[in-house]
């Protein structure tokens, strides 16, 4: 059974180029968090030449904390935040003559949409808006909201993150929340694909090890 690994890119990091070529789905941070509208173009490029599936990686307007501290914001709010998002992206990849499939939001986004069902109703809106699927968590609050509106939901597994006996992730704040032991990660990936049935693979693009990261744990899985 072929996996899809994913991984967020377009985020500043030297190493995108590099690590697109271990991936077959690329999400393109949207100039809010981190990156700018050259990294999007490069990006968007190299997917093109590489015939990856992109999807939009919109974060809130947070550098400082790389987009991952939670902030108070009300659905109309966030609708308005991921919409400016993906109509840049959007703009930039006809451009380079690249569809955009997929929305998958970013650090504290992902989260808060996972848990709260009205946020998950306005990203499924701007999801509408645009004919796009969703990427997230299984079982959460935004797949529900996709099964409601009938919009495709592609359930996301994280070789790099530790999960909790839950099922949920580690909270980054704790020392043992990335995994970086590329054995403990490889059967990480079988227990996500084999017992919750996700549909992709994410690995992160701003970890300094992502790229020797997924290939020995792509190897390892061959």
Known sequence: ???????????????????????????IACATHAGSPANMIHALREAKARNLSVG???????????????????????YHIIIYQL????????????????????????????????????????????????MGQPGTAIEVECKKANISYLKEGFADRRYQPDGTLVPRTQPDAML????????Q???????????TICVHGDEPE????VKEVQALLI
């Open 210 to 213: 992502a790229v020797a990261f």
């Open 56 to 78: 939009a990686h919109p974060g809130y307007f947070d550098r400082e904390n790389f987009g991952r501290k939670e902030t108070p914001v009300t659905p109309e709010e966030l």
């Open 1 to 27: 059974m072929p996996i899809d690994f994913n991984a967020d890119i377009a985020e500043g990091c030297p190493h995108d180029a590099e690590l697109m070529q271990y991936v077959q789905s690329v999400n």
């Open 180 to 187: 970086h032991d590329p054995q403990e990660a490889a059967k």
């Open 87 to 134: 109509g840049a992206l959007r703009s930039l990849a006809d451009e380079v003559g690249i569809p955009i499939s997929y929305v998958k939001p970013h650090g504290a986004i992902y989260h808060q949409v996972a848990r709260d069902q009205h946020l998950a109703k306005a990203l499924v809106n701007a999801a509408r808006k645009f004919n796009l699927a969703i």
């Open 189 to 199: 990936v079988r227990w996500l694909v084999d017992t919750l049935n996700v549909d």
